[in-house]
């Protein structure tokens, strides 16, 4: 039954975590020190969404990758996604730093699913990352969905079952470590991702160059997404009260990281 | 003054290098990169390093490569590849990003495509057919076996080298029954054959030993055919320990077919349609430039270690409290750690420059070298004296050809150089005279030079710098720099193939019209170095004409190719010289497509003020190179008399250098002030 769906991720980028993140106000508002010189990957959440759904989609069905961010940026970021999974990218030329408002964005992604030609909405998945690795608003998904008229949310979700008869059974993250189970009657429906169950695909040049003979295109005809007049404005910005420290440290013992980690968290 | 925000990101690389418009390659870049600093890094983080045999976790490799799309990258689309067209530059871009992280793991991954170089280069469409398809991974669906193939030239002493006509590998002829393929003999015992461990065929270079068989030649061998097929014993080297490498010994019967290229039989007599060193010219011609560049990639993977160990010197006891110069800048207190991280970091640019420029070169002579060919023999011109010749007849027009290019935009004749340009044998005759320098220059100063600087970076960490546990892993590096000089051809043999190419007319030309471009280029007020660069190079060009028409107090002529106390200096000092300016041709680049592209444009400023003065730094080091040797010759081998213009222009280099040290304290001073990531991003 997954031939018939089409799923649409929606995720963008942010910067590798291994850089140095440092808050700064510019002229725009709060962001990054150096944020356009920083790498960036593919928003981990939405990675694992992405690699959910190509995977969903491997007996039929179609995956769209919907980003909002600068263009430029992004297309460095696909060099490397777009040889991981099959997909289509749609593109939205905007902001896609830690301090963008998720009405704005929610809104302008619901208006760019509404205009995926061949997009049937009736056989819609719609994922995305739970959170963000930018800055974890966990409302955007769901706002799109809203818009979208897709009430039947999921979130936290690790797995998704299809059923024979076009149903699905989804595993939702709760209080606890456990899970919520729900059977789903079928799409449209809305999956805000965890970490899901996949590994990262290895990179496969052959399937990134089959991918970017869309996605060139794509980047090329985005349109800049307009400034919402008025919208969100950040009163104060505080830098983290807690300076993260990188420790390297080699062959340590799963016991005693989890050692490490409760006496940091106990100081 | 300026400020360096980051450290140069790929963005900044793709305009440098040219391939920003190129998503295939920026692609192949990413796929690299994660098998480098993912099962790579973790192999040699692992120790596995520490041993001479091959074994599992090393054959991981060869998956990890497979995977991600490199064992293919040599193919074209109709053999299983992906990229069409010339892919020089894509294999020195892998090469680049796999010997980031380990040198060994970027010869295990070229040494399958060297097995192939001979067959691509000069097989029968049968065999380039045959063997190159196999070699891709089985797509899903396929049951066959994934040939992988070792290149098998050298052989063990008195043999060994490259250079030797002389070969102690044999084929004759097992068995000729009238109207059926010959069956040859092939006998060869190999030295520091990569790939061994797990090949099953062999493109192996032998000379007759039989009357029947007119030439040398090279062919394939596999691990089927009848006879012996001995990989041998692994090889002691303590150096690139993730490539296999053994001495294996063959003794196999195989169908005169697999003479790469072919044969004719002509009056009873087996005529290989090409000698193994026609073979191997062709092929070294292109695979030395990865090699030089797997240096120049230690030397840049280098910088982000050597800066983040400098910070956190005195961080973590007493001597140094937060916030106070000691703690937060550590050794970049200091100059001179400043001053030599610049001079490791410039050399690795320029060795990039030249390396990216050899193989984007490349990658636009192989099909002019290909239509020169189909002129040739639609003419009737064959082998190298006739072809000479022939070329010869061109070399006006490829001199004209070479001022048109040089001239500026409004003074050129625009007709007369799109005429000359739709000349394949005009544009063959300049690239090749130009590559004939670049090539052996990337593969003998990269290695050689770099492999010193290497030195320097360990240093730089002080003991960390020795030990096994050091991010970067330098030790590793430092000496596999060391067999990086020596693979594909020797610094001598470099040196030697340079002091041929490099007093071509039609090099000298284009070398004097370089320095006239950057004495233009300096008068356009560029403050990178340009105009001592532009000295160095006209110094270099008097030095050269001196020495070819002086005789020392013997009679004897100073420029012989036995004289190579003056030869190989003049090709080292070429080196220094071609790639300090085509660092500068790369920042130019830089500053004239920066500010189209988004991501560069903010911080344009700072990037180019940065590279403009490690230009300079590097120019300033070239030119003294330079200069050094070139006075050691002019005045060494005379009685200092009649040297005045020498004088007079040795002078001028030496006044141009006025302002390099201050380029060198403030690209220092934006040195002290990057952003570097928190931790380096392969394991330790």
Known sequence: MSAGFHIVVCGSLVPDPLQTLEPIRGPQGPGLKNEMMLPAILDPWAGHALFEAANLAASGGKVWLLSMGPKAKLQQVMMSVAQKAPFELVVLDGPAGGFTDAHFTARALAEAIEGIAGLDRSRLLLFGGWQSASRGAGSTLQMVGERLGVLDQFQGVDEIRVQDDGAFVVKERVEGGGYLVSRCAGPPAVLGWATGNLPEPPNNPQLGMANMRLIMPALQRAEPVPAEPGGLSFASVELPKARRETRLVKDLPPAEVAADILAWIKS | ?684
């Open chain 2, 1 to 684: 003054m300026y400020t360096l925000p980051t450290l140069p990101g790929d963005d900044v690389r793709q305009i440098m290098w040219r391939f920003a418009e190129r998503f295939e390659l920026q692609m192949v870049v990413q796929s690299a990169r994660a098998v480098a600093r993912g099962t790579v890094a973790k192999l040699v983080a692992e120790g596995v390093r520490n041993s001479h045999e091959w074994n599992d976790k090393k054959a991981s490799l060869l998956t990890a490569f497979d995977h991600s799309g490199l064992s293919a990258l040599f193919m074209d689309p109709a053999q299983g590849g992906f990229i069409e067209g010339p892919k020089n530059l894509a294999l020195a871009l892998v090469a680049f990003e796999l010997a980031w992280v380990d040198g060994g793991s970027a010869t295990c991954s070229l040494a399958g495509n060297l097995a192939l170089a001979p067959i691509h280069e000069k097989g029968t469409p049968e065999q380039r057919d045959h063997y190159m398809s196999r070699c891709v991974p089985p797509q899903p669906g396929e049951d066959r076996e994934m040939l992988r193939g070792a290149f098998a030239l050298t052989e063990p002493l008195p043999y060994v080298g490259v250079d030797t006509g002389v070969l102690a590998g044999k084929v004759r002829v097992a068995e000729w029954t009238p109207g059926q393929e010959p069956l040859l003999k092939v006998e060869k015992r190999g030295r520091f054959i990569t790939n061994m461990d797990f090949c099953n065929f062999a493109t192996v270079a032998v000379d007759t030993a039989d009357e029947r068989i007119k030439t040398s030649c090279m062919v394939i061998v596999e691990q089927g055919d009848p006879g012996v097929f001995d990989r041998g014993a692994p090889t002691l080297k303590m150096v690139h320990q993730l490539s296999s490498t053994r001495d294996p010994v063959f003794n196999l019967t195989v169908p005169a077919g697999r003479i790469i290229g072919g044969y004719t039989v002509q009056d009873g007599v087996i005529v290989p349609n090409y000698s193994h060193a026609e073979i191997i010219g062709a092929v070294f011609h292109r695979t030395r430039i990865p090699v030089g560049l797997m240096t120049t990639a230690k030397l840049l993977s280098a910088v982000e270690p050597i800066i983040r160990y400098h910070r956190n010197r005195f961080r973590g006891g007493d001597a140094a409290q937060p916030g106070s110069p000691r703690f937060e800048q550590g050794l970049q207190q200091k100059e001179d750690a400043l001053h030599r991280l610049l001079d490791l970091w410039a050399m690795g640019e320029a060795g990039a420059s030249l390396g990216f420029t050899a193989a984007r070169l490349a990658d636009e002579f192989d099909p002019l070298e290909r239509e020169k060919d189909r002129i040739f023999e639609e003419r009737g011109v064959s082998g190298p004296r006739r072809q000479m010749a022939a070329l010869a007849e061109v070399r006006d027009k490829v001199l004209e050809y070479a001022r048109l290019m040089s001239c500026s935009e409004a003074g050129r004749d625009r007709a007369r150089l799109a005429e000359l340009e739709s000349d394949p044998l005009v544009r063959y005759a300049h690239l090749d005279a130009v590559l004939n320098v670049l090539i052996p220059a990337c593969k003998l100063w990269n290695t050689g030079a770099g492999a010193t600087m290497m030195r320097e970076a360990v240093s730089l960490v002080g003991g960390y710098g020795i030990t096994e546990d050091c991010p970067g892993f330098f030790m590793h590096k430092w000496t596999d720099a060391q067999l990086e000089a020596t693979y594909e051809g020797p610094e001598a043999v470099q040196r030697m193939h340079l002091s041929v190419t490099m007093t071509s007319e039609i090099f000298l030309e284009q070398f004097r019209l370089w320095a006239e471009g950057l004495e233009a280029l300096a008068g356009s007020g560029f403050q990178g170095g340009a105009l001592v660069l532009a000295r160095a190079m006209r110094l270099w060009g008097l030095t050269m004409d001196h020495l070819q028409r002086a005789k020392d107090a013997e009679g004897k002529k100073l420029y012989h190719r036995k004289r190579q106390g003056v030869t190989f200096a003049m090709a080292d000092a070429v080196c220094w010289l071609v790639s300090a300016r085509l660092l500068i041709m790369d920042v130019l680049e830089l500053a004239a497509k920066g500010p189209a592209n988004p991501v560069v444009a903010d911080s344009l400023e700072g990037i180019l003020g940065f590279y403009t003065d490690l230009c300079q730094v590097q120019a300033a080091r070239a030119a003294g190179e330079a200069g050094r040797i070139c006075a050691e010759l002019v005045y060494g081998y005379g009685d200092g008399t009649g040297l005045e213009e020498f004088a007079g222009l040795r002078a001028r280099l030496d006044a141009a250098l006025a302002g390099s040290r201050l380029a060198k304290d403030r690209a220092g001073q934006a040195l002290a002030g990057v952003m570097i990531p928190e931790a380096l991003d392969y394991p330790l």
